[in-house]
């Protein structure tokens, strides 16, 4: 085996030019003599060779006339302490060791193989990695599971942010998609498939490993994706409220499945739920009286022989039922009596009543996402723009009733939120607060950052005060106001909010314009 040392080079005929190399020995060595290193991203992965076995043309081409493309090598550590790994060139290596047992059965001699050995690699697990994908990334054969593997690898390491991002580059990815890949790599095989065809990048295939048992979650995320892509939206405003409705059926999901065990192990009949049970000989309990008149619970139906419940779909709160309440001797209340003797609900009537329960779910889940944008906005760097400005001012120094009387609210729970705190009156009763939480951010907070703290505030009043469960059913001007604001901010509304506002818009912009 001979060694030829390569230095850095640089180039002086200007001063202010300079171009720089690695530290590294070319030599000629044995394939034998190599092992794997154990970051070289197209590693075997199960009965997966990830395209590292050669061909039989190069192990053809590898016999006739060697090995002419230098492998990368680095000194190992651990277990494997004195040997060179390869970092890339797997395939030649394996073409050659192929070589290597035709060649002494033919009884001809060995061909060594050429390598650059870099010595600066010993401990830089993480430019391994990154070396090997830049030499494999851009081959017609990589695939998505290569880039992702590799990721999360790069992940997993202690490595600080400027050789994170570094790595990124070298992957063609971004480092929040590093940082996502550990997730993502959790994705079953038939879903990581679908999310490639889908190009989802990491952060994407990431979010959709979280919701992925959710029927349909995977054509709801592309169709959020494309809108986001349509509409130019490179902060994913779109792809937010699908997966926030996503996890939302996700958790009533679990929790439902939870319900249900529970009921199972009681040994409680679950029933069919029904919207209407006037004219039924099932009854909610809510519609039945004890013996005494008082009002019936669930406690003291336990002992009847009808006492069941259902769910409504799409809900997780038991209502309790009496499969038979004129057999088992029940009295109805006064306003379930009357209700009987009406006619049944028209198909429009029952239409307005699952319009009221597809909105008020809409639009508690808009609500997580907004409260999120409103967070990265009051966490941004620099001043204020004048919109922002003037919607502070124009609160604070108004005589709405809504700020006076949240001003007035010792709660901070929100305000917390916005600036990234954690609530300095959690657990404490409305008589204990804090005369000053914020004191300390107040005084660390740079002038030209101030405005977050006003926004905070002015944020935590729209959203406490317009923002309700019922606020979508009747939109005031302050809610038309805050959702302005906000997509004015580059928040997407979804599609609940959108409706809202453009009702909205049609009552209070023209009496403004008139004035």
Request: aromatic share 6%; hydrophobic share 40%.
């Amino acid at each position: 085996m001979t060694a030829t040392a390569i230095e850095p080079t640089s180039v002086h005929d200007h001063a202010e030019e300079t171009t720089t190399s690695f530290n590294g020995q070319f030599i000629w060595i044995d394939p034998r003599e190599l092992v794997i290193d154990p970051y070289n991203h197209r590693r075997k992965r199960g009965d997966d060779d990830n395209g590292t076995e050669p061909d039989p043309a190069l192990v053809e081409s590898v016999f006739e006339f060697g090995v002419h493309t230098p492998l990368l090598l680095r000194p190992q550590t651990g277990a494997q302490d004195g040997l060179l790994g390869v970092v890339f060139g797997q395939r030649r290596m394996k073409a050659a060791l192929i070589a290597v047992q035709r060649a002494l059965a033919a009884g001809e001699p060995v061909r060594m193989v050429p390598a650059i050995v870099r010595e600066d690699l010993r401990d830089a697990d993480d430019e391994a990695l990154a070396l090997s994908v830049i030499e494999n990334v851009h081959r017609r054969e990589v695939t998505t599971l290569d880039v992702l593997d590799a990721a999360e690898q790069l992940a997993l390491m202690p490595v600080g942010k400027l050789k994170r991002e570094r790595a990124a580059r070298a992957l063609g990815i971004s480092p929040e998609e590093i940082t996502a890949a550990p997730q993502a790599a959790k994705l079953s095989d038939k879903a990581l498939r679908e999310a490639t065809t889908a190009d989802f990048d990491l952060v994407e295939m990431a979010d959709l490993q979280t919701v992925e048992e959710v029927p349909g979650a995977l054509s709801k995320l592309q169709r959020a994706k494309t809108r986001d892509t349509r509409e130019g939206d490179d902060k994913r405003g779109n792809w937010a409220h699908a997966l926030a409705e996503l996890r939302q059926t996700q958790q009533e999901q679990q929790e439902r499945e939870r319900i249900v065990k529970e009921l199972a192990e009681q040994g409680i009949q679950i029933v069919v739920w029904r919207a209407h049970r006037e004219n039924d000989k099932s009854r909610l309990l809510a519609d039945l009286v004890t013996d005494i008149g008082n009002p019936m619970t669930s406690e003291q139906h336990a002992k009847c022989g009808g006492h069941a419940a259902a769910l409504a779909p799409g809900e997780t709160e038991v209502e309790w039922v009496c499969t038979d309440w004129k057999r088992y001797g029940h009295e109805l209340t006064d306003e379930a009596a009357a209700a009987s003797k009406k006619t049944k609900s028209t198909p429009e009537e029952l239409d307005a009543r699952r319009k009221v329960i597809r909105y008020n779910k809409a639009w508690r889940t808009a609500r997580g996402v907004r409260q999120e944008f409103i967070a990265r906005m009051c966490a941004a760097n620099g001043e204020a723009d004048d919109s922002t400005w003037t919607l502070i001012l124009s609160v604070i120094t108004g005589t709405s009733i809504h700020y006076g009387r949240h001003a007035s609210n010792p709660k901070t729970e929100l305000i917390s939120a916005f600036l990234g705190l954690p609530d300095p009156n959690k657990d404490r009763s409305q008589w204990n607060r804090v005369k000053n939480p914020y004191a300390k951010l107040i005084a660390t907070t740079p002038k030209a950052r101030r405005w977050r703290l006003l926004l905070a505030q002015v944020a935590a009043m729209f959203e406490s005060e317009n923002m309700h469960d019922g606020a979508w059913r009747n939109v005031d001007e302050s809610c038309v106001t805050w959702l302005s604001f906000l997509k004015g901010q580059g928040y997407t509304l979804s599609e609940v909010e959108a409706e809202v506002l453009a009702d909205g818009m049609k009552r209070y912009r023209p009496a403004r314009q008139k004035k």
